[in-house]
């Protein structure tokens, strides 16, 4: 089945900060990919998406770009607030029907003003 | 348009007791699926409802279960809780169920067994 690894946190930034939070899968063909946003107290949202290579995902300021040749899916944002304070998730189809998700371990972002 | 409905949202048992929690998923979807999240394990995949049918399960034991009804709304139940199924109970529903386009989560059923 497919699987996804996901760069370990919590990841401290200062308010207006670049953010990079890495994520790479292993996956038969090409499927779908999702960063997920939990905060504090709540479920998942969705945050972005990608459905084929090369596209990219964008979404309040986030971006990641589907990039096969890597098979990565990096989130980024150029300029963090402390809003942005979640727990981020990359997440894909865990089989090629895609009948339900495989998420990362998560990281934790903490912004600081 | 609502979103996905869980209820109850928060839930304290007793080991040895069964509980049932309940799904609503976004009207006009049809797949519905469930996830743990704990703080040692992640998000962990239990199993996902289609038209009524379970599709895929995931690795837990049978104590765990669920179901769908006719109108899409699923009940998941655990029964002879243990300390170790205090978790956020999570549930997704999809329109195609392929993964294609995501899932949309609820907010969760916190349950902690004591």
């Known amino acids: 089945g497919n699987s996804v690894t996901q760069m370990e946190g919590p990841v401290t930034l200062s308010e207006e900060a670049f953010l990079t939070i890495n994520c790479t899968y292993t996956?038969?063909?090409?499927?779908?990919l999702f960063w997920y946003v939990q905060y504090p107290g709540e479920g998942l949202q969705l945050l972005l998406k990608a459905t084929k290579a090369d596209d990219k995902g964008s979404n309040k300021g986030f971006e990641a770009t589907y990039r096969k040749e890597t098979t990565s899916f990096h989130l980024e944002k150029g300029s963090v607030q402390v809003s942005d304070s979640a727990v981020y998730f990359c997440?894909?189809?865990?089989?090629?029907?895609?009948?339900?998700?495989?998420f990362g371990k998560g990281t934790t972002l903490s912004v600081s003003s | 348009k609502a979103g996905v409905t869980q209820t109850p949202r928060y839930l304290i048992k007793t080991r040895g007791q069964q509980v049932t929690l309940s799904c609503s998923p976004i009207?006009?979807?049809?797949?519905v699926s469930w996830y743990q999240q704990t703080p040692g394990q992640g998000l962990q995949f239990l199993f996902e409802?289609?038209?009524?049918?379970?599709?895929n399960k995931g690795n837990f034991p049978g104590r765990f279960s669920g179901r769908q009804f006719s109108n899409s709304r699923s009940e998941m139940n655990v029964s002879t809780l243990e300390l170790g199924d205090s978790a956020l109970y999570l549930c997704a529903s999809s329109s195609s169920g392929t993964g294609f386009y995501g899932y949309t989560f609820g907010s969760g059923t916190r349950l902690t067994v004591v």
């Open positions: 997440a894909l189809p865990f089989n090629q029907a895609g009948t339900a998700l495989i």
């Open positions: 009207s006009g979807h049809r797949s």
């Open positions: 409802y289609f038209s009524e049918t379970q599709r």
């Open positions: 996956a038969t063909g090409y499927p779908s």
